[in-house]
């Protein structure tokens, strides 16, 4: 039995995870080999719709998941929505199927199943389909938009959002805070406390709350 297991974990808040969890062992599921993976870690290496079948086998304590995605490196809505929403909840599925009593998933600020925006809609379903499998406790974070060094190709989009950053969250103030911009390896350090907490229920964390988390 796996104490934590991951999803997503190529990504950039995915890796600051892994690095976030320092010397302790975690057991990573991916499509491919993970590049630069600590020996004490295990990966088990598997197409994503064998990747039920691998979770539920290993029957982690707590599933991570940091898969995510968006419209143009997919290249349609609908194959944004096999990733967002239908290989998330595959693995949920399988995690629930092994026992797993905790999940936490990065979703987005602004989430909600009745937004206008696909992006959004599409991340607040996903959000309203984790709470229906009935894990003991589901932590979503809500993060707005990320920094930090991300692997593969550059998005100019991002990149030039990063750029403006601190000028526009220097604008954010009262409930428009949790649009603010923050970094992936504070977000990383709130899931990782997270992943020791107990308790039960549905907890959303938004900005102000991941900082606090990650402090």
């Known amino acids: 039995m796996s104490d934590v297991l991951i999803v997503g974990a190529t990504g950039l808040i995915g890796r600051a995870v892994i690095d976030a969890f320092g010397n302790r062992g975690i057991t990573i599921v991916a499509r491919r080999p993970v590049e630069g993976l600590a020996p004490h870690h295990v990966a088990r ?55 797993t009593g905790h999940m936490i998933v990065v979703s987005s600020v602004g989430a909600s199943a009745k937004a206008g925006n696909f992006y959004l809609r599409t991340k607040g379903e996903t959000e309203d389909d984790l709470r229906a499998l009935g894990f003991d406790r589901l932590d979503l974070i809500r993060p707005g938009l990320l ?25 954010l103030h009262g409930s428009l805070r949790r649009y603010r911009s923050i970094p992936g390896d504070k977000v990383a350090a709130a899931i990782v406390r997270l992943a020791g907490q107990g308790g039960s229920g549905v907890h959303a964390h938004e900005n102000d709350a991941i900082r606090a988390l990650a402090d």
């Open 45 to 99: 290496v598997a197409p994503p719709h064998d990747w039920p079948h691998v979770i539920a086998a290993e029957r982690p304590a707590v599933l991570i998941c940091c898969l995510g995605t968006t419209i143009r490196q997919a290249g349609s809505q609908a194959a944004f929505r096999a990733v967002d929403h239908d290989l998330i909840l595959a693995a949920a599925e399988g995690a629930r199927q092994g026992g």
């Open 147 to 171: 920094t930090g060094d991300r692997p593969g190709p550059p998005r100019l989009g991002e990149g030039l959002a990063t750029v403006a950053a601190p000028l526009m969250d220097a604008l």
